[in-house]
């Protein structure tokens, strides 16, 4: 059986201050920089949190949150990222999410002026 692993990461093209704080499984939304993002558990519950990682390299600040393998399903991410759209982002690229595992980007305009937040998801 084909692991399934939910994993989600964020980054901002902006010089922004090291995320602050850590991301609980059961958070409505996380921070990046400025910025407010819904979490996973605003659209489809709780799924156990399995890892997480912040950090900034040449201006971009990032946050890497991965979820257990099995625990996230793909309409959990379809779910989530129609969420996302409605929310106001548009997909950037890896728009197919027919197949057994997938990329994909959102888009937003940061509230920093001149800056983008993307949204990176990968489910495998």
């Given amino acids: 059986m084909k692991k399934k692993l939910g994993l ?13 704080g850590c991301v609980s499984s ?11 993002v819904p979490s996973l558990y605003s659209v489809v519950g709780e799924r156990k949190l399995n890892g997480q990682e912040s950090g900034t390299d040449n201006g971009v600040t990032s946050l890497k ?5 099995g625990d996230v399903t793909k309409d959990d991410i379809v779910k989530y990222a129609q ?6 982002y548009s997909v950037t690229s890896g728009a197919d999410t027919t197949k057994d595992s997938f990329d994909l980007q959102l888009g937003k305009q940061s ?3 001149g800056s983008v937040l993307l949204m990176d998801i990968s489910y495998q």
């Fill in 26 to 36: 059961k958070d409505a939304s996380f921070k990046v920089g400025n910025d407010t």
């Fill in 83 to 88: 969420t996302l759209q409605a929310q106001g």
């Fill in 111 to 113: 509230v920093d002026a």
């Fill in 8 to 20: 989600l990461s964020v980054l901002t093209v902006m010089a922004a201050v090291l995320v602050c």
């Fill in 65 to 69: 949150l991965t979820y257990k393998g």
